[in-house]
């Protein structure tokens, strides 16, 4: 830390990404990313795009924001397209939270949301959940707050009703109400219907997880016009070309390619209950997952110890220092055959002596 550094920031934590290994090859199921490549369609727009590279991209993300948009079922004026779902997040926090109100989420939760508060000055509340890792609607109904929910939760993987957001929805009809979806897709109730009945809904979704694209960034949010042109105002504001001209060609590639998803979303659906099916048998506590992922613990081995013991073999899964979740790990989904090594490399480990 330098002495020019901005008191504001010196206490600052910043979010810690998952592992991203160099040298040695692991099988990672540590990020949260799909096993599977970008569709084809995907590869060959960015390809072609690439070609206009000395060219800024379009601000406006025009072609793709339609199809975007019609994939959807909304109108253009509803839906903004950022870099990532992490910017619209960000810029959720600029636009919507203040000293006046602040912000809540839940103690367990994606670690960026205490982040972006942070970094935006943002007062903020962190809601316990139940003992079981579920979220208690009542918690947050009359709160005053803006509320951030990920939903399904990251890093447990449980999803939460629709009809359960729709309480604080209602409960909470001055304040933004932001639910971020970045694992609707494997088999969570996505909340983008109830955009045409609550002005105060913003759903943030990513292309990261189902669509096979993490390493292009590309996110969204969608809500009412009037929330997205106030999100419009923070791009505009920060970085009107906030994504790239190949980006936005694979982009519209994935969404011309939807069956390709659907297959890819389907086939870690099956992975994931079989994969939770078999550390049960393991001896594994096991949270229900609506993700590509599972969050689990086990009674005879500490968490952290597992995920050291599975990095010694080359397979890499997320633990976190959190007090409450120390002894969990979370494993994403691969494919079967990088599942069964994993099994395979699990079930060596729990046969050493304690």
Not at 208 to 215: N, T
Not at 264 to 272: A, G, K, Q, T
Not at 318 to 326: A, Q, S, Y
């Amino acid at each position: 830390m330098s002495e020019f550094l901005s008191s504001r920031y010196k206490t600052l934590s910043p979010y810690t990404p998952g592992e991203q290994p160099h040298g040695m090859k692991y099988i990672k199921l540590n990020t949260n990313e799909s096993p599977f490549p970008p569709s084809k369609k995907a590869v060959m727009a960015a390809a072609e795009a690439a070609e206009g590279l000395q060219l800024y991209s379009d601000p406006e993300c025009a072609l793709l924001t339609e199809k975007m948009a019609k994939t959807l079922g909304l109108n253009r004026d509803q839906v903004l397209m950022t870099n990532g779902s992490d910017e619209i997040l960000n810029f959720a926090f600029m636009a919507f939270c203040d000293d006046r109100n602040g912000a809540a989420f839940a103690d367990v939760t994606y670690g960026f949301y205490p982040v972006f508060a942070a970094i935006n000055s943002v007062p903020y509340t962190e809601i316990p959940l139940k003992k079981d890792f579920t979220l208690c609607a009542e918690d947050y109904c009359g709160i005053h707050k803006t509320i951030f929910i990920a939903n399904p939760n990251a890093p447990t993987g449980i999803a939460l009703p629709t009809c359960e957001i729709e309480k604080i929805l209602r409960s909470n009809p001055d304040n933004v109400v932001v639910v971020d979806e970045a694992y609707v897709d494997f088999g969570g109730e996505s909340c983008i219907p109830l955009i045409k009945k609550y002005r105060n809904l913003l759903v943030t979704q990513t292309f990261s997880k189902s669509r096979s694209m993490a390493g292009a960034r590309l996110g969204l949010g969608a809500g009412c016009p009037e929330l997205i042109e106030d999100l419009r105002r923070m791009k505009y504001s920060t970085n009107p070309y906030n994504v790239n001209s190949m980006t936005m060609a694979a982009g519209i590639g994935t969404l011309s390619d939807p069956e390709y998803t659907e297959k890819n979303c389907r086939i870690i659906e099956e992975n994931r209950e079989y994969t939770a099916k078999k550390l049960r048998e393991m001896g594994f506590e096991v949270c229900p997952s609506k993700t590509n992922f599972l969050f689990v613990r086990h009674g005879k081995i500490a968490g952290e110890k597992l995920y050291r013991e599975l990095k010694a073999r080359g397979i890499l899964v997320r633990h976190f220092g959190l007090e409450r979740i120390r002894e969990y790990n979370r494993v994403t989904i691969g494919t079967k055959d990088q599942m069964e090594r994993f099994f395979e490399a699990t079930e060596s480990i729990l046969k050493e002596p304690v």
